[in-house]
């Protein structure tokens, strides 16, 4: 699906789809996959339309979508049996993004990501995309021990796709980790369509993006949770947590990760938020059990 409407990429997120901002990410991820649907809203996908009508790709409005009942689910079942390409042994994922956040530091989520990473099955491409923007660099380049360069101000000397590539930093043969620069005037000039691209590219590259987010609430987290397929909140259940969770995400498709609660009485407290909850002791160990929450 080609949308920039967040609201109606919300409203597909739970489908079995792939979804892209653009024309020119969408003809990449034509080429290098099979699809039997291409979906579009707003989108001038004129430039596509031959391409499609080689590979024998049905062109469809998003109206058109919405709108078809029962052929949806019959759409969405062909889409599954055309990306299972791995043994079914394994369990099969799809490109998706998944963003870390919580309402507070100090919980574990730069942990949590690295361990989603290593999780994952070794033969996908996993792009992590460090959204810690701050000064004297972020805790997930500290605790990768990760070069100083390349970095995100690199990439957005150019903000092309092969400068994108180019500024990765390869943390193991499946891994590659966009990192912060370690001082805040390298991205000065960072913006939400920024944010979008990098999210974009790295749905077109990789199997698998995991965004790790600061605990704050700004212009560049909300973009990138609204660019999400699931998001994970990481919390240790407090009163003041919950609060701003509440207020933060309820707009969006997430699930809570409750690690070490500080009270009691904590699944009373994280009632009120209506979300899935799994209750872990150790991020590391229990990866694998996160991992099944969102995929």
Known sequence: MISNNPSNIKKVQKKDLVVTTSVESAELLIRKHKYNTLIYDTEDISPI?????????KVMSFPEYISTGDTVSKI???????LISRSKSKKVYRQAVISVWSA????????????????????LRILILDLNLRDGGSDLSYMLR?????HMGMYLRQRDRE???RNL???????????????????????????????DYGRTLFDFVIIDLPNEDNEFVRTA??????????????????????????????????????????RTLIGVLNAPVLEVKDLDAEAEDILAEVV
């Open 104 to 123: 507070k530091g100090g919980v574990g989520r730069t942990t949590l990501v690295k361990a989603l990473s290593e999780a994952l099955p070794k033969d």
């Open 163 to 165: 400068s994108f590539e």
């Open 169 to 199: 930093v390869e943390f193991r043969n499946n891994i590659y980790i966009m990192q912060v620069p370690p001082k805040l005037n390298l991205v000065s000039d960072i913006n939400a369509d920024d944010i979008r691209q990098m999210i």
């Open 146 to 150: 990760l070069p100083v360069l390349p």
């Open 225 to 266: 949770l609204e660019y999400s397929n699931k998001v994970l909140v990481l919390t240790s259940a407090t009163e003041a947590e919950i609060k701003r969770i509440a207020e933060s995400c309820s707009s969006y498709d997430y699930s809570l990760v409750v690690v070490n609660p500080v009270s009691r009485m904590w």
């Open 76 to 82: 969405t079942n062909t889409l599954k049996k055309t």
């Open 49 to 57: 339309l031959a391409e499609a009508g080689r590979k024998n790709i």
